[in-house]
């Protein structure tokens, strides 16, 4: 889709083009990658005040229960993920993935419990795949409802919380993964404390018609400037969080992936309701058992960037390969080049030494517990 005119936009299409955005292609949609400020301030900006993201490509998507009983729309989506979803609380967000037969991840998502019905959003680039997945396994106890008129923004960093609370002080009281409906700019919308960068934050959903002027309303504040996906993606990076489709895909596990902490104690080998899911049989041995291979950090050594794909190997003359870069790049925050990438487990210990092949080099690389910066979520 080089072709601008194939691509779909979002509703603050137009906001975007006045702002001065530089738009490209991602997963279908015509997307900012960033503003006159550039990447690098962007991504400081939002490090160290407040930044506004437009994520409306992502997928939303709401569970309602045939029979009312929103624990029966929680225990039907227990069969397509490995989470506990019947002991989320109203209010309560929690991070999850669909999983293949074979123990891959189709995608990760955000499940909310919203008191009557279950609210999911989903990445872009699989959303018509994991309405159909859910259609196809939920449509006999659940009406699925594809959210086509809502905008979503994420608002983030530390000053977050003071943007957005002129508009609703009583966000204020909301902690990590905490979500409510509130008002904002006169407009009903369902806020999450969570987001995607290692910062405290905010995502909302919104009436498309209302979102325009939400997100002005937002960016009128003085510490609130404007985001593209450029610095999203440096700053999902450095907080060590998955993207799909680089990271993460149906030839890894969540295991592999290091994501069992998403993984409750009821849904494993002796809980009260383990297994149950799709490649369950592979998932729940490696949980007891570990992997051959983990998602680890990487610290390059010097000045240069390790970008996604290159290779990894045990020694500097590039002789015995053992995994891959998954993402990688410059790190703003953390001073200096960040990847992420997988290795045999027994090069996954932080401290390792190993080397990446860079332009047909071997630069040394050190394993790096993730995340590289330190996160500021509101417990």
Same mark, same amino acid.
């Given at each position: ?50 930044? !506004? ?18 624990? %029966? ?42 008191? @009557? ?20 396994? !939920? ?38 993964? @905490? ?20 910062? %405290? ?21 003085? %510490? ?8 999203? @993606?440096?700053?999902? !990076? ?10 993460? %895909? ?130």
């Amino acid at each position: 889709m080089d072709d601008q005119t194939d691509l779909k936009t979002t509703p603050l299409y137009d906001l975007h083009l006045s702002l001065g955005a530089k738009m490209v292609p991602f997963a279908g949609y015509s997307m900012p990658v960033q503003y006159p400020a550039g990447v690098l301030k962007e991504h400081l900006h939002t490090r160290e005040n407040a930044g !506004l993201f437009d994520v409306s490509h992502m997928g939303q998507v709401i569970l309602r229960a045939k029979s009312g009983r929103i624990e %029966d729309a929680a225990l039907a989506l227990e069969g397509l993920v490995p989470v506990d979803i019947l002991g989320l609380k109203p209010g309560r967000q929690r991070y999850g993935f669909f999983t293949d037969a074979n123990g891959g991840i189709l995608d990760d998502l955000m499940i909310t419990n919203l008191g @009557d019905r279950l609210y999911v959003v989903v990445n872009a680039g699989c959303k018509d795949a994991d309405i159909a997945h859910m259609q196809a396994h !939920l449509s006999e106890t659940c009406d699925i409802t594809y959210v086509e008129d809502q905008a979503l923004l994420a608002l983030q960093g530390p000053r977050s919380q003071a943007v957005l609370s002129e508009l609703a002080p009583e966000i204020a009281e909301m902690k990590f993964m @905490d979500v409510r409906e509130v008002s904002l700019h006169d407009s009903p919308c369902i806020v999450s404390r969570s987001g995607y960068s290692g910062e %405290d934050g905010f995502e909302i959903s919104v009436p498309a018609d209302k979102a325009t002027n939400l997100a002005k309303a937002l960016l009128a504040h003085p %510490d609130c400037e404007p985001i593209g996906l450029g610095a999203r @993606d440096s700053l999902r !990076l450095e907080a060590g969080l998955c993207l799909y489709g680089n990271d993460i %895909d149906t030839t890894t596990s969540p295991i592999e992936a290091d994501l069992e902490w998403a993984i409750q104690k009821v849904r494993r080998s002796g809980g009260a309701r383990q297994g149950g899911f799709p490649g369950a049989s592979r998932i729940l041995p490696e949980l007891d058992a570990g992997t051959t291979r983990r998602r680890v950090g990487l610290k390059p050594e010097g000045k240069a960037p390790v970008r996604g794909h290159s290779k990894l190997f045990a020694d500097s003359e590039g002789a015995t390969e053992i995994g891959e870069v998954t993402s990688g790049g410059f790190g703003p925050s953390a001073g200096g080049p960040v990847a992420m990438g997988y290795v045999p487990s027994a090069y996954a210990g932080p401290g390792t030494a190993i080397f990446a092949e860079v332009r047909g080099k071997y630069l040394p690389v050190t394993v790096t517990a993730l995340p590289f910066i330190q996160p500021t979520y509101k417990r």
